[in-house]
């Protein structure tokens, strides 16, 4: 235990991480932060790459801070953090992650893959200055056949108090959904109790209050007579929950042969999670993140469209 709590502490004072609280070019930040060595010096860890901002060397002077970047100083060379697959970051500071998924991506790993998973990938993305004690914890997940915006703790601290309290400090999440045929009402909410079967599919009971109570929001962007385009909002978080609600009133998401889908009009299932809002742990602050429409949802809806 006292050698790893050296080796530790060796990898620590190896590399300083600063986190940037306001926009600034790189070089006047590092003559700010970092007190124990002159302009030259700084500017010779720059050109030998022992800069990084958020795990990625960085050698321009005027690199164009943002605020909840990380800034890394190292006394080595910068080990550069893997290319991300399926996987971009949208929001890093000390405390989380805010990415985006795309479909096909595993959140984390299951029995059959234990690779390429984001949490796997985030995993080396933090540890790429060096530091193999760095971790990512899962805060919430997307299906694997779902994209969009997800977030991950950097600690279980605020995993735990992201968790503990997600329905307070959770305030927007949003979903697109490509469903089949065209709903009677422009907008409408869907709410039952979620049990899951001996074949791991959650459906919804016919008894209240028998399994965990979802709710879920929707409201039409765009329809024909063969499919719809939803906005949906989530009051619960349950499994599956919008794929079962969907199937409920008779218009399961395009693509989604588990839960009723007959159609393959685009060739992934037409679900995203476009918007997620929330407080931040630890500063209070209200982040929103938002993402496009999938190009793809879109094309049902383009004249002269055909389903394959």
Known sequence: MKASASNRQTRESAAKVFPVTEPAELL????????????????????????????????????????????????EKV????????????????????VVKDAGLLSIASDKETDLTAYRQLTA???????????????????????????FAK??????????SWQETVKERTYV?????????????????????KTLKMYSSHYPNDGLHAVTHYKVIQSNRNFSLLEVSLETGRKNQIRVHMEDIGHPIVNDKKYGSKSRAINRLGLHARVLSFVHPKTGALLRFETEIPKMFLNPFREGFTAK
């Open 28 to 75: 006047p930040f590092l003559l700010k932060n970092v007190t124990n060595a002159g302009r030259n010096s700084i500017k010779s860890m720059l050109s030998r790459g022992q800069i990084a901002v958020n795990g990625k060397p960085e050698t321009a002077y005027n690199y164009q801070l943002q605020t909840g970047q990380t800034v890394t100083l190292s006394k």
């Open 79 to 98: 080990i550069e953090a893997p290319p991300l697959i399926g996987l971009s970051i949208l929001h890093e500071d000390e405390h989380l992650l805010v």
């Open 125 to 151: 993305h933090v540890r790429a200055d060096g530091n193999e004690f760095n971790r990512i914890f899962v805060v919430h997940r997307l299906d694997r056949d779902t994209s969009g915006v997800m977030m």
């Open 155 to 164: 600690s279980e601290e605020v995993q735990q108090l992201l968790q503990n």
């Open 177 to 197: 959904a490509l469903v089949e045929g065209m709903l009677k009402k422009p907008e409408g909410t869907i709410s039952s109790w979620l049990k899951e079967s």
